[in-house]
């Protein structure tokens, strides 16, 4: 039987579909400095195992919601799941990193699916102020894996080591392939498919040549730019430098994951009241003080894990008041083009977390501040951004 459109179960399986993006991060996180000693392999070719990722995902995002734009979101979806389970067994059985490298790859490519048409789904059913809080809610939700994520992550590395982990991995995606093929219903709008692959391609630069879809993607891809500082960093910086076990490390990300669940639950509760575009601008401003935050404390506190952690949380909080929210207004003129909408939007932000990514995995020596500038200059170029295009957005 398949969930009411528009009813409060779906908008929860969309959001258990989007855990398997954070999923797949987020819980082998603290094996990246184990995955380098039993692959021989060395710190940026281990952590270049999340930027592939990440490009992958992005690469998929060029895909899913075109297609699903044409033929549905629901077989595009259960695909898209599919080719994430198979992916995940790739990556458990990985003899090298090469091997793993290109099964993170195909990873990506699978996950982005979920939350390409995850996204789409909502624009189909929602539009202003109700999508935005739809997508904050399912945010909510989502919110939960980077949180619980890491724990997890962080036994298994103790216990079993870093294949269990995308066995794990396997399971829960395997989970949300059984729930899609049962629950999830069709709600791509009849006739508003474009009739040649060409007319699909071409979406994109209708989509493109829009200043607000520009502006609003240009906040999220920032703000996600800066937060992906510190999932690529954050492992070698606390365990490799500041002293912390897998576990604690765990339990640290845990801490400064913790603010995306205060940041998406605010901007559900007052969204309809403010409207998206000051909902936005407070986020903003969160993400320029945690900037400040994490240079004050790398600067002058003791090399803790809340010395990182507790400003990345006000930082990921941000996050939490301005994605959900940017990411509706950039969908709101799209009624027909949804899915290639999401799926731009998704490229752009995702291309740029995989280049910032790869830089400080690349720069990460014997301090921080290769992790802490990137997300200092994030938050508050996400500031500037919003204040000054002012003139370029529609919503209210």
């Known amino acids: ?47 270049l195992t999340i930027s592939i990722y990440i490009v992958g995902f992005a690469s998929g995002q060029l895909v899913y ?95 079993s080591g870093w294949r269990a982990e995308f066995i794990f991995i396997f399971a829960a995606g395997a989970i949300g392939l059984t729930l899609a093929a049962l629950l999830l219903p069709e709600t791509r709008h009849p006739g508003a498919a474009p009739q040649s692959f060409a007319d699909v391609l071409a979406s994109f630069g209708v989509v493109a040549r829009h200043p607000g879809f520009v502006v609003h993607i240009a906040m999220v891809s920032l703000s996600f730019a800066g937060l992906f500082a510190w999932i690529s960093g954050s492992s070698f910086v606390l365990q490799n430098l500041y002293g912390l076990s897998p576990l604690s490390y765990g339990v640290a990300f845990a801490t400064s994951a913790s603010g995306f669940i205060i940041g998406t639950s605010i901007a559900a509760g007052i969204v309809g009241r403010i409207g998206i575009d000051r909902t936005i601008g407070l986020g903003a401003m969160a993400l320029a003080a945690a900037g400040l935050a994490l240079v004050g404390s790398t600067l002058f506190l003791p090399r803790t894990g809340p010395s990182l952690a507790v400003p990345v949380a006000l930082y990921v909080a941000g996050m939490g008041l301005v994605m959900p929210q940017a990411f509706a207004a950039s969908l709101q003129p799209f009624p027909e083009r949804a899915g290639a909408a999401s799926s731009l939007g998704g490229v752009i932000q995702q291309s740029g977390a995989a280049i910032v990514g790869a830089a400080v995995g690349h720069a990460i020596g014997t301090t921080a501040w290769p992790m802490v500038l990137p997300m200092a200059v994030a938050g508050w170029l996400t500031l500037a951004v919003w204040y000054f295009s002012r003139d370029l957005r529609d919503v209210n």
Request: proline letters at 7%.
């Open 65 to 159: 919601g075109p297609l699903s734009d044409r033929y549905g979101r629901r077989p595009v979806m259960i695909a898209a799941l599919a080719l994430f389970c198979v992916a995940a067994l790739m990556c458990a059985a990985a003899p090298s990193i090469e091997a793993l490298l290109v099964a993170r790859f195909v990873q990506g490519l699978g996950a982005s699916g979920a939350i390409v048409l995850a996204r789409a789904i909502i624009r189909d059913l929602y539009e202003g102020p109700r999508a935005a809080r739809a997508l904050s809610t399912m945010a909510m939700i989502m919110g939960l894996a980077p949180i619980v994520a890491p724990l997890i992550g962080g036994g298994l590395q103790t216990f």
């Open 1 to 47: 039987m398949k969930l009411r459109p528009g009813s409060f179960a779906l908008t929860a399986l969309l959001a258990l579909f989007t855990t398997i993006g954070p999923l797949s991060i987020d819980l082998y996180i603290p094996a990246l400095p184990d995955i380098a000693r039993s692959l021989a392999a060395s710190d940026a070719e281990v952590q």
